[in-house]
């Protein structure tokens, strides 16, 4: 009977097994939550694509994720609009005004 051979995985293998794991555990949770600039920037490309809404007097900050529309609209529809433009940027996004 021949003798039986065992292959035990390098430290290459074995650190680069480690990176993969890695690098699912730390994007996974990355993925699931954009960053706030980056919230700010989508809606602020967004108010400036709507007509009806002036995208200059209307001010966007994010912070961990909630939206806050500051500045001064000509009526309640140019409001109402502004906040369902930035609305649609993102399904759970929480907008304060």
């Not at 794991?21 to 989508?42: E, G, H, N, R, Y």
């Amino acid at each position: 009977m021949p003798p039986r051979t065992v292959i035990a995985p390098g430290p290459g293998k074995r650190a680069s097994m480690l990176a993969a794991l890695l690098s699912c555990v730390l994007v996974a949770p990355a993925l699931a939550a954009q960053p706030d600039a980056w919230i700010t920037t989508k809606s602020k490309l967004a108010l400036l694509t709507t007509e009806g809404v002036s995208s200059t007097a209307v001010s966007v900050d994010t912070v961990n994720q909630q939206v806050t529309l500051h500045g001064k609209v000509r009526s309640a529809e140019e409001k109402a609009k502004a906040e369902a433009v930035v609305c649609a940027v993102q399904d759970d996004l929480r907008i304060a005004d």
